[in-house]
């Protein structure tokens, strides 16, 4: 069973900086597309970022420019490093491992890590 553990979220301020990790319990990273998706108070958990097996990255346009996935084979980590936050990057942010391909499609994601919390003051 796959598991996948995020970390690095946290309290910052509007224009700072936070680089969230996702660790998997299994070398199943070389295989899989990774994505991150985030949840808001009251929202639908919407698409952030993909990266597929082979490092292609795609970002959503609310994103892009701000924020760049990146992954470590060898360390079975995935990346979101994330600048120029906004207030309304405040959310709940999820890894996932999915198809090899990525995907923005939460529903094509088998695995699901718990959530770390982002939230961004004005």
């Known amino acids: 069973q796959v598991q996948l553990v995020e970390s690095g979220g946290g309290l910052v301020q509007a224009g700072g900086s936070l680089t969230l990790s996702c660790q998997a319990s299994?070398?199943?990273?070389?295989?899989?597309?990774m994505g991150w998706f985030r949840q808001a108070p009251g929202k639908e958990r919407e698409f952030v970022a993909t990266?597929?097996?082979?490092?292609?990255?795609r970002y959503a346009e609310y994103v892009k420019g701000r924020f760049t996935i990146s992954r470590d084979n060898a360390l079975n980590t995935v990346y979101l490093q994330m600048n120029s936050l906004k207030s309304e990057d405040t959310a709940v942010y999820y890894c996932?491992?999915?198809?090899?391909?990525?995907?923005?499609?939460?529903?094509?994601?088998?695995?699901w890590g718990q959530g770390t919390q982002v939230t961004v003051s004005s």
């Open positions: 299994a070398q199943i990273l070389q295989n899989k597309g």
């Open positions: 996932a491992a999915g198809p090899a391909y990525g995907s923005d499609w939460d529903r094509q994601y088998n695995y």
């Open positions: 990266l597929s097996w082979n490092g292609v990255p």
